[in-house]
């Protein structure tokens, strides 16, 4: 994933670089050169480096442009070849790049500039960008093409095929409505009808031009064309309707100051009144050509001299502009390149401080989650190692059980058989035999308390309370002349918890006992109480709680002193011991009997 | 001018695509850590059971009747070694 985001993200700034180096390639190709104000040489270069530039980003239509420049600079200077071989140079490019129209252009502008120096060329520079051209069918590019083609035939004298091209461009221009094109095309067509010396169809389409000219009121072109047709009645000798043309023309020129044309007009006037014979009018107009001829030229001198102070002013002033211009653009280009340096470096400053922010998150993400895992895998190991160890100890305790407990009631049914079996052994031997067959079972019974206490761990105090309860419930129905009562102190924790030892031996203690009230006692009332007592703890050498439960009746007590302790009495000081508890036995003849068991809390 | 929304847009796309790679990579480390947190919860549940099961047994023991065969209920699919 992350390969791949750097891979995209340098292809986008390659394309960001590429597509900034074309503009500047393009913006410079497309200057108009025949406008700029600075050398020839300096353009040139320009273009060279921009030759350069559009190489170094594999930009082959910029190249192509540049060549095409170089090539109309050099034409500019009279290098033709230089000319030729820079166009040439741009037409392969289009070429290969398959821009059909660029290279139509190209050639067709190559073959009209090379019209007066080299026909044959021409032609087949010119025929070039027509076939190609035509095979584009680009009408916009064809008119022009089909009306220099038709120059170039008409330079060859090849008159018919003039006439046809200029048709076809006309066509075109028609059809495309080109107002501007039409009356070139019918001035074109009229002059080679003049050198055909077809005049009727000369002045027919001169007059045409002049029709959409006068549309225009362009006076130049106007005053162009009345001394065309005046031309084309000089050439039929129609001398005076020549002279009216010429009139109509020669206002329209002087207006214009058009001085050319009216030099032009003065001596077509003077040649016709020379052929007429008429000499002064001749001479007049020959006076009046003459004027203007020196007129032009010293204008012309004049002018030149203004147009070269201007030139030199301009150029003066134009070349400071440049220089400060040139000064302008290298300090907003400096600019520019600090600026880009500045964002480029807080856009890398903010993506880097994206990037490490995102990073902290996630790795602060995953120390959660390790954290969390670690955690609940620590709780289940714990867990499995104590449901294990519990569910280990629970078959061991059943094989426990079923062992040894088959046994034990294999020697209970044995005894039994050799009591019932054998009816000549004595009273003492049957006495033995019952007290061994009484200690086994309640082995049994022992072996069974113990393997639960082993596997169960603690035993609530309500849990404790409802079995004692039960026990208390049991002694009732057993005894009905008996009053049974089971007393738990306010004081005392509901919530305590005991060790399944705990709460099995104070079980059996207070069953002990409550069993002794009714067999030797002959109690009509046995109390159990569970309560809390103050506890002076040596260790600690503080004041500490104890529970204390005592069995009271109000049977007939005996004398400690002097009674022997039996079985009973023995198991419940064991049982006491076992928990760390005290059991205190207290008797009196008439008030009946306590048992008190106090264990620390 | 043009190289600044060039450089401002190169920013806006980098960071799109960073947030992108970051919440998908959020995503599938979420996705991984609760698979995971879900297995051991449920390994966690199926002790917790047991151990229940055993407790209720064993709470079953009657002191009275020494009923310790009820109590003591073995479950064969935990293995113990």
């Known amino acids: 994933m992350q390969k791949a985001f750097l891979f995209f993200t340098l292809i986008l700034f390659h394309n960001l670089l590429c597509s900034q180096n074309k503009k500047e390639i393009d913006s410079i190709n497309n200057l108009y050169i025949q406008g700029l104000n600075i050398p020839q040489d300096s353009i040139i270069s320009l273009y060279e480096r921009n030759i350069n530039n559009a190489k170094k980003i594999k930009y082959a239509e ?11 600079a050099y034409g500019y200077q009279g290098k033709y070849d230089e000319s030729a071989k820079y166009g040439l140079d741009a037409v392969k490019l289009y070429e290969k790049l398959g821009l059909s129209e ?11 500039s090379l019209k007066y120096r080299d026909i044959e060329k021409a032609s087949l520079y010119m025929q070039r960008g027509k076939t190609i051209a ?29 006439l046809y091209y200029y048709n076809k461009s006309l066509d075109i221009k028609q059809k495309i409505k080109d107002t501007i094109g039409i009356p070139y095309s019918y001035s074109n067509m009229a002059g080679v009808y003049g050198i055909q010396k077809n005049f009727e169809k000369a002045k027919e389409y001169f007059n045409l031009a002049l029709i959409k000219r006068l549309q225009w009121k362009d006076s130049t072109t106007i005053a162009e064309n009345y001394t065309q047709i005046g031309e084309v009645y000089l050439a039929e000798e129609k001398f005076d309707q020549a002279i009216n043309w010429i009139h109509k023309s020669l206002p329209l020129s002087k207006a214009k100051q058009y001085q050319n044309l009216t030099q032009y007009n003065y001596k077509l006037l003077s040649d ?21 001829k020196d ?79 670690g955690e609940l895998t620590t709780a289940l190991a714990k867990i499995e190692t104590q449901n294990h160890l519990q569910e280990q100890r629970l078959r061991i305790s059943r094989d426990l059980h079923d062992n040894i407990g088959a046994q034990l009631t294999f020697i209970i049914s044995s005894l039994d058989n050799i009591k019932y079996g054998f009816t000549d052994i004595g009273e003492k031997l049957e006495n033995k035999l019952t007290g061994i067959s009484q200690f086994t079972r309640q082995t049994i019974f022992e072996l069974r308390d113990t393997i639960w206490a082993m596997n ?22 057993a005894s009905e002349t008996t009053s049974f009562s089971f007393e738990i102190a306010a004081e005392v924790d509901k919530n305590h ?52 439960i005592k069995v009271t009746d109000n049977g007939k007590g005996f004398d400690i002193a002097e009674i022997e302790m039996g079985n009973g009495l023995n198991n419940m000081k064991k049982r006491a011991r076992e928990i760390n508890g005290q059991l205190f036995i207290t008797s009196d003849l008439v008030e009946g009997t306590t048992v008190s068991l106090k264990i620390p809390t | 001018m043009s190289v600044s929304i060039y450089i401002f847009l190169f920013l806006i796309i980098s960071i799109s695509l960073l947030l992108l790679y970051f919440k998908v990579q959020k995503a599938k480390i979420s996705a991984d850590h609760f698979n995971k947190i879900d297995g051991i919860e449920l390994e966690i549940e199926r002790n917790k059971h047991q151990i229940k099961v055993r407790g209720i047994g064993l709470n079953k023991y009657n002191f009275l009747k020494y009923n310790l065969d009820e109590a003591l209920i073995v479950q064969p699919e935990i293995l113990v070694h």
């Open chain 1, 62 to 72: 910029g190249e192509a442009d540049a060549l095409s420049k170089i090539s109309l």
């Open chain 1, 102 to 112: 660029k290279v139509a252009y190209r050639y067709a502008e190559l073959g009209y």
């Open chain 1, 134 to 162: 035509e095979s584009k069918n680009n009408e916009v590019v064809l008119k022009d093409i089909y009306n220099n083609y038709g120059v170039i035939k008409e330079i060859k004298n090849q008159l018919d095929s003039a």
């Open chain 1, 272 to 292: 016709i009144y020379k052929t007429k014979k008429n000499t002064d009018s001749a001479l007049h107009y020959f006076e009046q050509f003459s004027t203007i």
């Open chain 1, 295 to 373: 007129s032009i030229h010293s204008l012309k001198v004049e002018q030149s001299i203004a147009a070269l102070t201007i030139e030199y002013e301009t150029e003066k002033k134009e070349n400071e502009i440049l220089k400060q211009r040139t000064q302008l653009a290298e300090k907003e280009i400096e600019v520019k390149r600090k600026n880009t340096i500045i964002y480029g470096s807080l856009a890398l400053a903010v993506l880097l401080g994206l990037i490490g922010f995102l990073f902290y998150n996630q790795q602060k993400l995953k120390n959660r989650q390790l954290k969390k895992e």
């Open chain 1, 456 to 477: 169960k761990n603690q035993i609530t105090f309500e849990d404790l309370q409802a079995r004692i309860s039960n026990f208390i419930e049991q002694a009732k129905v």
């Open chain 1, 497 to 548: 918890l005991f060790t399944s030892v705990e709460g099995m031996n104070i079980y059996r203690i207070i069953q002990e006992a409550v069993n002794n009230a009714l067999k030797y006692a002959d109690a009509s009332e046995i109390k159990t109480i569970i309560s809390k007592t103050p506890f002076k703890n040596a260790e600690a050498l503080k004041n500490d709680e104890q529970f204390e």
